[in-house]
């Protein structure tokens, strides 16, 4: 008889004592040029993360030139009086860097993430792009066809075009908020490189701009580098442009974006709300994620576990833009798709969810989950130098306190549930609510109608 092996097993791993965390408080100051700066020493973070915020927001396009603002961010990458295009991508390689742009309301983002060893040479090749872009003809034509190329599929997207009718929905006309961040075929089809050429020079330079840097700074003369690199950037000291308000117009009706035959209508479901600097915000999050965070939310347990319409559905708010005096605004919106058939019946369920929470309230358990959810994960989300600079730059661009996040947390873990409640029934009440709907309006039209939930026009698909 064969004697069977004895197996030794390690000792399993026990969990250390829990130590108190705080998001990261960075440092401040500014360069002789005028460049703000921010400076985070994270031990361990050998990829250093680098955010450039310009004060080159999307409402000082110049008409009929949507989109110019997404063709400079693009354009900064694509060469500068030292290197080609294609020899900056080079030089970026050869750094092991990673340079994104993106042009939103608040102003144009430059994002760097570089091994450490490889900062100042990665910090030169960004501070040339800002100091001197090429905006070569060839290239911002280039980049003007990939967007035009771009726009129909962004048109075909369900997602996409329920965001874009939403915009036109809620803000007025004369407002930026009301059209696509990035352009039109229209608008973008008019931008040359001298349209590129002339938003910058109107719109970039260090005195409007902030740096913020992230990531394990031990050995490194940061002062010094950054004199050597984005301290050669000069510019006039024009001051930051006026923020104007944000107005919408959230009386409840419904929009259907016909799409003839779609199986699935995307619904997206927003009004106007207040932004960060409102006391009511920290309640606002913890309610709006009770309401539709996650997959243990009201929503979900409604529309997606109990009547299977839907594979998920979820609230959100999202800063649209702040200003220097605290006033500002943010998009509250549901969004989610059911199946055709189920349209009308999915809507009078998420109308009754909502009622249902004016009426009976949240309860603490679904409040503890949310507060574990957003507070208890927070060290996990900021591992990375990349996820603290974004949050820093966040705050930058909102005119928010550098200890804002951190004092975030703490409020959030002290709302209560009474207090969330409140923050959530008004922040979707059911009569303020602007309904977009991407689907087939020959099936849906007459469900949505019976609903009675604000006047239904019908929109053609582009």
């Not at 989610?336 to 309230?361: C, F, I, K, Y």
Request: proline share 7%; aromatic share 4%; charged share 20%.
């Amino acid at each position: 008889m064969t004697e069977l092996a004895t197996m030794n097993f390690h000792p399993q791993p026990q969990a250390g004592e829990a130590r108190p965390w705080a998001f990261p408080a960075p440092t401040r100051g500014t360069l002789d040029n005028g460049l703000t700066v921010l400076r985070c020493h994270r031990p361990g973070q050998q990829v250093v993360a680098v955010e450039v915020l310009l004060g080159a927001p999307l409402d000082a396009e110049p008409a009929g030139l949507d989109g110019v603002a997404t063709i400079m961010a693009r354009a900064f990458s694509e060469g500068t009086d030292k290197h080609s295009a294609e020899e900056f991508a080079a030089e970026l390689e050869r750094c092991g860097a990673t340079l994104d742009s993106h042009a939103d309301h608040p102003g144009v983002r430059l994002s760097l993430e570089v091994p450490v060893s490889r900062l100042p040479k990665a910090l030169g090749l960004l501070a040339d792009a800002l100091r001197a872009p090429a905006f070569a003809d060839s290239e911002v034509e280039r980049l003007v066809r990939n967007r035009l190329d771009e726009i129909p599929h962004e048109l075909a997207n369900p997602a996409r075009r329920a965001a874009k009718e939403l915009s036109k929905e809620l803000f007025p006309a004369s407002s930026r908020m009301s059209r696509p961040r990035q352009g039109t075929e229209d608008t973008v089809a008019k931008i040359d490189s001298a349209a590129v050429r002339a938003f910058y020079d109107r719109h970039v330079r260090p005195a409007t701009a902030t740096a913020v840097v992230v990531g394990d700074l031990t050995g490194v003369d940061l002062d010094a580098l950054l004199g050597d690199t984005l301290g050669g950037w000069t510019g006039s000291p024009a001051q930051p442009r006026p923020v104007p308000p944000v107005t919408g117009d959230d009386t409840g009706r419904v929009v259907i974006v016909d799409r003839p035959g779609a199986v699935q209508t995307q619904l997206l479901i927003g009004r106007v709300g207040p932004d960060r600097h409102d006391r009511v915000w920290p309640a606002q999050v913890l309610g709006t994620y009770c309401l539709g965070g996650t997959l243990t939310s009201r929503l979900d347990r409604v529309l997606r576990e109990e009547k299977g319409y839907t594979y998920g559905v979820r609230a959100f708010g999202q800063v649209l833009r702040s200003a220097p005096d605290g006033s500002g605004a943010s998009l509250l919106a549901i969004s989610g798709s059911v199946d055709t058939p189920n349209t009308g019946p999915a809507l009078q369920d998420l109308w009754t969810v909502l009622r249902t929470l004016a009426g009976e309230g949240l309860t603490d358990a679904e409040r503890d989950v949310a507060v574990q959810n957003l507070v208890g994960v927070a060290p996990l989300k900021y591992e990375t130098a990349a996820a603290v600079a974004g949050t820093l730059a966040d705050q930058v661009e909102q005119h928010l306190p550098d200890d804002y996040q951190a004092t975030l947390y703490q409020q959030l873990a002290a709302t209560g549930t009474v207090e969330a409640t409140a923050a959530a029934v008004s922040a979707f009440p059911v009569d303020r609510l602007v309904t977009v709907l991407v689907g087939d309006a020959a099936q849906i039209k007459a469900p949505v109608e019976a609903l009675g939930i604000g006047e239904v026009t019908v929109v053609a698909a582009e």
